[in-house]
């Protein structure tokens, strides 16, 4: 069983930053790519950043040049660093994995909330 776990959200003002963490447990394929996903209020979840097992990463345009994703396979965790956050990020944020070759997420976190105050 595979269990993800978000942690790292929570207030910031605007222009500030925040790194959000991903703690993954069980047994993940080494083929499985990993994302960030978040949902504002009134909205469709979204996706925000993806590294797939080789280290490509792949942002949504709203976030490209501020946000980074990484990923630690020894410490099975993955990372978002958000800087300079803008209201319009304010959302919850979830991390997923997703399983090849039908390219679905099967495991998504609970997720946590990023806010940011302007």
């Known amino acids: 069983q595979v269990q993800l776990v978000e942690s790292g959200g929570g207030l910031v003002q605007a222009g500030g930053s925040l790194r959000l963490s991903c703690a993954i447990s069980?047994?993940?394929?080494?083929?499985?790519?990993l994302a960030w996903h978040r949902q504002a209020p009134g909205k469709q979840r979204e996706l925000v950043a993806s590294i797939s097992s080789g280290g490509l990463r792949a942002y949504a345009g709203s976030v490209k040049g501020r946000f980074a994703i990484s990923r630690d396979n020894a410490k099975n965790t993955l990372y978002l660093e958000m800087n300079s956050l803008k209201p319009e990020d304010t959302a919850v944020y979830y991390c997923a994995v997703r399983r090849w070759p039908a390219g679905v997420y099967v495991y998504w976190g609970q997720g946590t909330q990023v806010t940011v105050s302007s």
């Open positions: 069980g047994n993940i394929f080494n083929t499985d790519d």
